[in-house]
């Protein structure tokens, strides 16, 4: 059983909703990410995502954007956070990390490859925002092979027929993307959420995660009613950016919010 | 019909791309979910339009009243005896309204938008001219209009931003990556996915994913099939040389793809080279990039050994663009078509030349096929013919022009 799988069931025994915080690797600088990875298990994580930086990332909103120029101004690459999370292993091998972005970059190493060397720095699963399942069979070839998890999102727009679709090839968990637009944006209709998490449910044994639109321990508690695992993503990116790179600063912000969010999932699952 | 879009070639069989928008490894539908079940409606919705005689009648209106067509193949007769070589041709797309080839995709777009019910278009632009474009049909269809484009490029292109401004549409600056075309085009992107249940978007050129490569293609197919009737009416016979210049691709792919089965006939895309591709400023993604995946498509890029998109370079807002068409990237691996590059200085002697010896002052961008030309004819017999896609006019361009010469205006 992959590390993703194993983390959910042992969730599941406990009632337990999963927590996954996701930062950019390398923002704003490469050598505070391992440790903010420690801060962020300390402070309740369940699994991590964590985001490769990609120099046209265009799902994204203006926080996340900018979260991924500043690793970049350090020429933060693939290779570089996969290192990241072999040295975050020698600590912990337990917690599941999930990388987070677009499929040029895994192009470029080519897709053998990355399978290969993710999988031996310690990657449980990824998730491409670019690569719909139509587009992912020989990326899936690699990772089933090798035993990496791919988690497909499923959007507002997705129909009956593509979350069957969607729901055949992913491993690990599905993303449900509770808003249309780009990451950081808008208001969460937790009600419309529950509807389609059901439907993605009747086609899908997995577990299903829910993102965007979760900022803080409230929206975290209403979307963990209803799904079993939540993703917050921008709200933590913009701590990272207030903090101006100060890292005691920058991990005592992101972990007094994780904390907070951790808390308010607990009370209204527990 | 002028506006046959669905003609598909001879019978010896180019009917790319597949059902899932391939052209061989390229193109295809690399995007965000949520984009998903929106261009699968988009790709019903144009196969419904180009089928209904209605719409085609109306496109067709649109472009002889409209736009102008057909534009004339012109005989460049003292360019061509400055030259010494082969006789050259030039498809006058500069003298449709807007003054450039993109208004022939941007009307069968607006019409297909108002088809779907949408009442916001929002688009991409580069050197202005797909946004004066979108623009103007959007003021003529009463449909609420944003343009986004790079904060460079806004600096580069005034005229044309007052132009799109002046025709009500919205000019939202870019500011972010390189700050130019390709910053645009994820910024169009975001916007989309954002409004998607009351927006289209225009894409100007044969990139983005499925269908826009091929919709896009289908819609400037009109300038080869005019080429192509003109030629055999003016010379009797098929040219041996199709030129044109390549930033996505929108014009060249428009000139050649009535060409792509008669074997014959060679074909030639122009790069910008920038400042020469061996400085690394460039912007010629087919010469000196290598293939991988943006804005929705597999094609070549110019990336670095990360997967990265390295900001391009090239004195024509319209070619600085880190990708290109997919369909160029399958026609270049297939050898069906050359692809080749020249230089800012090239390209601006080019712009020189026609202005003083054809009084046809050329955009930056079709210079570049122009500079190509020039290198070219005079490598062949005199009974050759060329055809050189010269795809918009200079008037956007004369700031920058006189900026490099030291002038100011």
Known sequence: MSRIATRFTALQQNNRKALIPYVTAGDPRPDITVSLMHAMVKAGADILELGVPFSDPMAEGPVIQRAMERALQHHVSLRDVLA???????????????????????????????AKAAVKAGVDGVLIVDLPPEEAEELLVELDEIGLDIIFLVSPTTDEKRIQKIAKVSRGFIYYVSLKGVTGAGHLDTDEVAERVNCIKAYSKIPVGVGFGIKDAESAARVARVADAVVVGSALVKKVEETGGVADKLEAAITTLLTDIRAGIDAATI | MLADVKTKQGTSGYHLPDER?????????????????????????????????????????????????????????????????????????????????????AIGQALLARYMGKTRIIAETGAGQHGVATA??????????????????????????????????????????????????????????????????????VAGPHPYPAMVRDFQAIIGREAKEQIMLQEGRLPDTLVACIGGGSNAIGLFYPFIDDEAVAMYGVEGAGEGIETGRHAAALCAGKPGVLHGNRTYLVEDEDGQIIPTHCISAGLDYPGVGPEHAWLKDSGRANYVSVTDDEALKGFHDLTRIEGIMPALESSHALAYTSKLAPTMDKDKLIIVNLSGRGDKDIHTVADLEGISI
């Open chain 1, 84 to 114: 990241m999370v072999a040295e975050f292993r020698q600590q912990d091998n337990d917690t599941p990390v999930l990388l987070m972005g677009y499929l040029n970059p895994i192009e470029v190493m080519g897709y053998a490859r990355f």
């Open chain 2, 21 to 105: 928008g391939h052209f061989g490894p390229y193109g295809g539908r690399f995007i965000a979910e949520t984009l998903m079940g929106p261009i699968e409606e988009l790709t019903e919705a144009y196969e419904t339009c180009v089928n209904n005689p209605a719409f085609m009648t109306e496109l067709d209106d649109d472009l002889r009243q409209y736009v102008g067509r057909p534009s004339p193949l012109y005989y460049a007769k003292r360019w061509t005896e400055t030259l010494g070589g082969a006789k050259i041709y030039l498809k006058r797309e500069d003298l449709n309204h807007t003054g450039a080839h993109k208004v022939n995709n």
């Open chain 2, 136 to 205: 103007t049909v959007a003021a003529r269809l009463g449909l609420e209009c944003v343009v986004y484009m790079g904060e460079e490029d806004i600096r580069r292109q005034a005229i044309n931003v007052y132009r799109m401004k002046l025709l009500g549409a919205e000019v939202v600056p870019v500011t972010s990556g390189s700050k130019t075309l390709k910053d645009a085009l994820n910024e169009a992107m975001r916007d989309w996915v954002t409004n998607i249940d009351n927006t289209f978007y225009i894409i100007g050129t």
